[in-house]
Structures are given as structure tokens and as C-alpha cells.
């Protein structure tokens, strides 16, 4: 019963929503007086369980990220923090990002940018979230189920000796630390009824150490299970006529899985077809095959169960996120002097 068939379309994948920022310290540093800059302003996103697929999703009214950034000359006798866990929001009222307060550069210094995506207080309750001065994120608890879109960022900024106008804006380039996915049936020759339809075996909380430069670890965990409610489709008795498809879950936002990940990843499925009598058709379907052994961030997958009179066959498809890097600007266009 459960074949497996496979389309594979495109492997590759960065997609980023660039977002800009400019001005800032926010700590005092050398007196020397810096004209034409900008000022940066930030607030509270508000999360959908949609993904993010460019900078576009992310312009609306309360939506968040949060900053980290530390600076140093180059023989550290100077150094501190220009931001700690800022939120920076988007307001449509006046259209760019920013944050509460004032950040201003200052000259010859070095700075160093990190961003999380969504603002931490977003994350959800018991979820705790940080970042190291040498630019390591970690977030404990992280509940993949609440559908957030979980990105990181980072950026670097040198400043010259001379400060005479504004160094310009600060650009990030967002990755996506989770994997898409989607699930669907499909009836061919047949009219099918869905009664039950889950998704079991996969990890649903988990713990992300995202280093500023290598690959980000995941660890501990929870699965999904037979138990809870978690990656079910909510509505029974869902009709798929022949030739149709229906998507069961969209937008599923999950950590990557390794191959040791998957090995219990299965989708429980219950159903009838028309004519049928009795007890539901139930059926458990493996996941994890050999062209899709494991799940990678930043990636698509969407998966089909195809339902015929005499059999039900799972085709898969992986593609990239569907979105194109895009850069957007935030602060208001007035200047002011550094004081």
C-alpha cells in the first residue's frame, strides 16, 4: 500500500528578506560631532502561520525582529553594546523600520549586528532566547508548532577615523532555520472521504544553537505523537472528488530533520471511499525515503497521497522557498545632529 513515487525539483535555496537600518551607538563614544544621520526606531510583530517568503510579508503593522550589536576599535581599548535584544518594527503609518530610542555611530570603530526573527518576546511562553557577544544565537524551548517563522541575520560595519556624515544603512540578509513542508491527497478514478489525518513521529520542541559563522546545531526534542493534537487536520469528513486534490496541511514549520529525525516520521491517515461500508480505511505511511532522507532549512516539501480504488501512493516534491532576496530600508528620512 505504501508506494512510493518521487518528483524532485530543485535542491537550492537562500532565501532572505533584507531589511536596513542606520545611526546608531548607543553608548557614548568620542565627541567628535557627526552630522546627516539617522535615527532608528523598533515595536512588536505579530506572527501568523503563514511563512515569510520575502521582505514584502514581513512590512506589516506590528511585525518584529530582534537586534543584538556590540562595537570595538581596533586595539579594544574601546568597546561596548549598541544594542541589547531591540525589537525593531515596521510601521505603515509612517512606512520603515525602527526601534524606541537613539543609536548613533561614532569613528573608527567596528560593529557587529545580529538578528532574530521574530522579536523574542513572540516566541511564545517558556521559549527563552539570547545572544553571546561573539554573535551565537540560542533559543531553548522553541515550539515549531505555533508556525513561526524562525530567521536569523547578521551584519558588520566599519567605520571610518574621519566621521563625517552617515555611514549608510545597515543591511541584513535573513536565512530561514526551518524546513516547509505540506501535505495533500489526492483521488484519482475516485471519490474520497478523509475522516483523520495527522502527521506522527516528528519533532515538534527543540532547542537551536545558530553559531555566527558554521552550522546550526539542534537538540533535545519532542515528537509528535498518537496523543495530541499537534499536525492534524482540524475538520473530519473532508471530500476529495476524482481527479482532485486537497491540501490537509500548509505551511508546516519544522527543524531540520536528520535521517536518525525521520525514522519514525509517518502520516495516519483514516478514510473511505464512495460506496465503501463499515469501518474506515486507516493507513500509516512512511515519510523518510531514499530520495528525501532527511529535511534541510531553508527548503520546501510538499507531499502528495494519491488515493485510487486499489491502492495509495506518496509523491513528494522539494523545491526552494519560493522568495527572492529583497532590501528594505527603515528610519525616517529627517536628520539629526549626534549630541
Known sequence: MNKRNNTIRGVLLLVAAALMFSSCAETPGPEEEVTDTRTISFGTPALT????????????EENAFSVWGWYANAGGTESGTVFNNKRVFWSAANPGWGYEGTRYWHPGLDYRFY???????????????ACAVNGTITITNFDATHGTDLMTAQQTVQTPDVLTKDPGPVTFTFAHQLARLSFAVK????????????????TWKVNLTCPASGTPSWSGGEKTTDGDSRLTKADGNITVSGGNTITMLQDVLLPPHTAADLTDAVINMAYRLKGDTGDDRTAEVELATTEIPHW?????????????ASSLTLTWKVKPWDTKDTEVSWGPDETTNQE
Request: proline letters at 2%; charged letters at 15%; aromatic letters at 8%.
Open 49 to 60: 502561520r503563514s511563512a515569510i517568503d520575502n521582505a514584502g510579508d514581513m512590512q506589516k
Open 115 to 129: 538578528a532574530l526573527y521574530p522579536s523574542t518576546d513572540k516566541l511564545g511562553t517558556g521559549v527563552n532566547a
Open 187 to 202: 483521488a484519482v478514478g475516485c471519490e474520497a472521504t478523509v475522516t483523520a489525518f495527522k502527521v506522527n513521529g516528528v
Open 296 to 308: 534541510d532549512a531553508a527548503q520546501q516539501y510538499s507531499y502528495t497521497l494519491t488515493v485510487s
